[in-house]
C-alpha cells in the first residue's frame, strides 16, 4: 500500500513540475523529544532536517567530498547536498527527476564520491520502477547536481531482483574499475567504470551488503554468512534462497561473515566468521585493520590484513551489566583523524559509541583492550555517519525524529497521522572533549531509561494488589489470559473511526467495517479502547 501512495504522491509532484516542496530547517540546542514509541532524543550539536512532508523520508547513510565542503546523503528517495560550511541543504536530488528511478527507493547504504576529470560525481545505489536494479551516478557543480550513467543489474533467479548496495571505485594500473554488492543475487561484480562492462562475477556469501578495499584485497560482508551445505539440517529460507540458521534461537540466522577476495581475478581467497548480521566495514587509511559492525551481536570485528585473521571483538553494549533486554544495532562506523578513536552508530541506543582503539585494533593504538570512552547523543536510530579533518561528526538518522508529521486531506478538522510521513535528519556534532563525552554519556543513559526494565525484575512484593500490568514480574495481574492483536502502524481513527460506540472520527477512517469487518467485531463482542494510548510508531 505505502509504494502505490508513493507512486501517486510522486506523479502529482511531475505534473506540477519540477519544482518539489521541500522543507528544510536546523535545530541547534534541541529540547528531548519524545518518540511516539516512549523513547525520547536530544541529538547533540544541530540537526538538520529535510525531506518532503508528504513522504516517508529517511537519512541512509553520509559521505564527505574531496574537497571537504560537501556532505552527500543518501536519503531514501533522493540525494541531499549539505555544505560543510553553512550546514544547510543546497540542493537535494530526486530519483523522481529520471525517468528510470520515478518511484524508486535508493538501497542501504554506500553513497560514494568519485572525481571525473576534476568534476565531483556522487554514486550510489537504487531500485526503481519493476524492480529493475541500478548504479546511479549524479554530477555535482557546487549549486545543482545532474544524473549522469546508470549501471543495470539484472535479477539472477530465484532472486526477485538484483538489489545492488555497496559500492566502491578504484583506480588500477591507470584504470578505473566499478565493484558493486548484489544483496539480492547474492554476487560481488567487478566492472569497468568507462564501459560497464563486466571483468568477473563472484559468489562471496549469503546476502552481501557491504565491501571495502585494504591492503590490496576486497572484504565483504555477509548477512547471512556461507552458503548452506546439502546435509545442514538447520536451514531456512530466505528472500531468494538458503540461509544456515539456529532453530534453538527461533529460526534466526547462526553465523555472519567476512569474504576476503582478490579483486583482479575474484577469486575467494578466505572466509572469517564473525558475529551476526555484519552490516558496514571500512579500513585504515594503510588499510592494516578493517572494521565492521556486527549489528546483531552487538559488537565490532577487527581484521588485521597482512595475516587476515580477527585480533579483537569490540563490545558496543550500552550498559551490559544491567542490560539484558534489548540490543544496541551498531551499523555505521568511521574513524578519528588520527585512527585512534573508533565511531560507531549504535541504532537501538540513538546514540554514537566512542572506543578508544587498543594496539590490537589500530596501527597507533594503546592498551591491550579496546574500551568504549563515552556514548554521543544522535536523533532516532543512527545508520551512517562521516568526520571531517576540522571535527565535525555527521550523522544519518535513519529516523530523525520520528512519525510525528500531521496531514490533513480529508473534510475532517482533525489531523491524520501516519507512519509513513515524517523528515530526515542528519545530526552536526563537533567532536567532544573528555568533559563533554562524559555529558553526554550521562545523557545517553538517562535518554534510554534503561532503570524502568530493571525495576520489573526486581523480587516481587508480597501483598500486591492485583493490576492489569504488573510493575514486577511476579506480582498478580487481573488478567488470567491475554489475546494482543496488533494493526501495523494505523491509528485508531484509521480503523475504527467509523464504530459509534467510540469517540472517534469517521471522516479519517481508511480502513473502516467493509475492509476490517473483523477487528470490528472483535471489538463489538470484546472491547473497543478509544481512547486508550500505547506505545506505537506514529
Known amino acids: 500500500m505505502r509504494y502505490i501512495l508513493t507512486l501517486v504522491?510522486?506523479?502529482l509532484f511531475l505534473?506540477?513540475?519540477?519544482?518539489?516542496?521541500?522543507?528544510?530547517?536546523?535545530g541547534s540546542d534541541l529540547a528531548r523529544v519524545q518518540l511516539p514509541y516512549n523513547r525520547?532524543?536530544?541529538?547533540?550539536?544541530?540537526?538538520?532536517?529535510?525531506?518532503?512532508?508528504?513522504?516517508?523520508?529517511?537519512?541512509?547513510?553520509?559521505?564527505?567530498s574531496p574537497d571537504m565542503k560537501w556532505i552527500a546523503v543518501e536519503e531514501r528517495t533522493s540525494i541531499v547536498f549539505i555544505s560543510t560550511l553553512a550546514d544547510t541543504v543546497k540542493f537535494m536530488l530526486r530519483n523522481s527527476f529520471h525517468p528510470d528511478l520515478r518511484g524508486g527507493s535508493n538501497t542501504y547504504s554506500g553513497i560514494r564520491w568519485h572525481v571525473n576529470k576534476g568534476t565531483p560525481e556522487v554514486y550510489w545505489s537504487v531500485v526503481g520502477r519493476n524492480d529493475r536494479s541500478f548504479v546511479a551516478s549524479a554530477k555535482w557543480d557546487g549549486t545543482k547536481a545532474e544524473f549522469g550513467r546508470l549501471y543495470?543489474?539484472?535479477?539472477?533467479?530465484?532472486?526477485?531482483?538484483?538489489?545492488?548496495?555497496?559500492?566502491?571505485?578504484?583506480t588500477e594500473s591507470n584504470r578505473e574499475y566499478l565493484y558493486v554488492v548484489l544483496n539480492g543475487n547474492n554476487k560481488v561484480i567487478k566492472q569497468y567504470l568507462i564501459t560497464g562492462d563486466t571483468v568477473w562475477i563472484t559468489d562471496p556469501g549469503v546476502a552481501p551488503y557491504g565491501l571495502t578495499m585494504a591492503a590490496g584485497k576486497l572484504y565483504v560482508t555477509n548477512w547471512a554468512g556461507r552458503e548452506p551445505l546439502p546435509a545442514d539440517p538447520d536451514v531456512a529460507g530466505i528472500p531468494w534462497g538458503r540461509a544456515r540458521v539456529n532453530n534453538k534461537a527461533g529460526g534466526s540466522t547462526r553465523e555472519g561473515t567476512v569474504t576476503i577476495i582478490d579483486p583482479k581475478t575474484g577469486r575467494?581467497?578466505?572466509e572469517l566468521i564473525v558475529g551476526l548480521?555484519?552490516?558496514?566495514?571500512t579500513s585504515d587509511r594503510q588499510g592494516n585493520y578493517v572494521y565492521l559492525t556486527n549489528s546483531n551481536s552487538d559488537n565490532v570485528t577487527v581484521i588485521n590484513t597482512l595475516i587476515d585473521e580477527i585480533t579483537e571483538t569490540i563490545s558496543v553494549r550500552l550498559q551490559p551489566e544491567i542490560n539484558p533486554f534489548f540490543g544496541d544495532s551498531p551499523n555505521g562506523l568511521c574513524l578519528s583523524n588520527d585512527e585512534k578513536i573508533l565511531y560507531v552508530a549504535n541504532g537501538m541506543d540513538n546514540a554514537l559509541a566512542v572506543i578508544q582503539l587498543s594496539k590490537r585494533a589500530a596501527r597507533r593504538g594503546t592498551g591491550n583492550t579496546s574500551i568504549i570512552t563515552g556514548f554521543i547523543p544522535t536523533g532516532a536510530y543512527p545508520s551512517g555517519l562521516c568526520k571531517t579533518p576540522a571535527g565535525k561528526l555527521y550523522v544519518a538518522n535513519l529516523e530523525a525524529s520520528g512519525a510525528r508529521l500531521a496531514l490533513n486531506y480529508s473534510t475532517s478538522k482533525n489531523l491524520i497521522y501516519n507512519s509513513h510521513n515524517m523528515l530526515a535528519s542528519?545530526?552536526?556534532i563537533p567532536v567532544p572533549d573528555s568533559r563533554t563525552l562524559k555529558s553526554y554519556t550521562d545523557t545517553v543513559i538517562?535518554?534510554?531509561?534503561?532503570?524502568?526494565?530493571?525495576?520489573?525484575?526486581e523480587m516481587p512484593r508480597p501483598g500486591i494488589e492485583p493490576k492489569p500490568v504488573p510493575d514486577r514480574i511476579g506480582e498478580p495481574s487481573v488478567f488470567k489470559h491475554v489475546l494482543y492483536i496488533i494493526k501495523e502502524n494505523r491509528t485508531y481513527d484509521q480503523i475504527l473511526g467509523d464504530m459509534p460506540q467510540g469517540d472517534g472520527d469517521p471522516a479519517i477512517c481508511t480502513y473502516g467495517a467493509n475492509i476490517t469487518p473483523n477487528t470490528h467485531r472483535l471489538s463489538e463482542e470484546f472491547m473497543l479502547l478509544d481512547n486508550f494510548h500505547v506505545s506505537g510508531k506514529c
Not at 536530544?42 to 559521505?63: C, K, M, P, Y
Not at 548480521?277 to 566495514?281: D, G, K, L, T
Open 40 to 64: 525520547f532524543i536530544h541529538s547533540a550539536g544541530d540537526q538538520i532536517f529535510f525531506g518532503d512532508a508528504s513522504l516517508e523520508n529517511h537519512a541512509l547513510d553520509v559521505a564527505l
Open 268 to 270: 575467494k581467497i578466505k
Open 446 to 457: 538517562a535518554l534510554n531509561d534503561l532503570s524502568r526494565a530493571t525495576l520489573a525484575r
Open 15 to 26: 505534473q506540477a513540475g519540477s519544482q518539489v516542496t521541500q522543507e528544510t530547517e536546523v
Open 9 to 11: 504522491l510522486l506523479c
Open 152 to 170: 543495470e543489474y539484472k535479477r539472477d533467479p530465484p532472486a526477485d531482483l538484483a538489489l545492488p548496495n555497496e559500492l566502491l571505485i578504484n
Open 426 to 428: 542528519v545530526s552536526v
Open 277 to 281: 548480521h555484519p552490516n558496514e566495514i
